[in-house]
């Protein structure tokens, strides 16, 4: 088993081994032409973060700036939204839902590396799976750690460190991210704390 195959099998593996450091290389070419789209191409984004990650919906959208390391372990799914300055360390694979609404500065990391010094030093490092569910929405600065699986229907707070799973329809925050409540069907008239909607077209 090589280097990559070790990357893909979560198994602790060298970064700069079997192709990896040119996969990463050929990638930031894309993410570069991506990032410094001059406004007048805007008409492009859409075409080009398709060519950059592994499986998208029909509709996808990142502002950019956008970092990732190799593009290819990211599937996310249809009406996906991120804004500005997301990164994913993505030597692991990240799987994202329908509907997600990523704010800015997120970043979700699947890439670690062993806590001993003496380990650590060797180079060794290692990528574990994150998974996001359909109709998430990740407040702005948050963290996700490697492993961590969200549920359907999760909202996020902003700042978050999120280090353990959390289940569907949870409100989370915190640092560590901790369940707060589970949104409910009284949720559904509100737009923001106490303040009630005051059109009607926000049912389907």
């Known amino acids: 088993m090589n280097h990559k195959e070790r990357m893909l099998a979560g198994l602790p593996y060298k970064a700069w081994m079997d192709g990896l450091e040119e996969e990463r290389t050929e990638n930031k070419k894309r993410i570069y032409a991506y990032n410094h789209l001059v406004p007048e191409r805007w008409d492009k984004q859409d075409s080009m973060i398709k060519e950059i990650l592994g499986k998208t919906g029909e509709h996808v959208h990142i502002e950019p700036p956008f970092h990732c390391d190799y593009g290819y372990n990211i599937e996310v799914g ?41 380990s650590r030093n060797t180079g060794y490092e290692y990528g574990i799976d994150v998974t996001i569910g359909d ?70």
């Open 78 to 118: 249809e009406n996906f939204f991120a804004n500005y300055n997301l990164i994913i360390l993505d030597v692991g694979k990240v799987r994202i839902g329908d509907n997600a609404q990523i704010a800015p500065n997120v970043a979700i990391y699947t890439a670690g590396h062993p806590l001993h010094p003496e």
């Open 135 to 204: 109709n998430v929405w990740l407040g702005g600065n948050t963290c996700i750690m490697p492993g961590v699986t969200i549920g359907n229907n999760v909202v996020i707070g902003g700042g978050s460190v999120v280090t353990k799973d959390i289940p569907d329809n949870a409100i989370a925050a915190g640092n560590p991210c901790r369940v707060i409540r589970y949104i409910t069907e009284e949720d559904r008239d509100y737009y923001y704390k106490d303040r009630k909607f005051d059109v009607e077209d926000y049912r389907p």
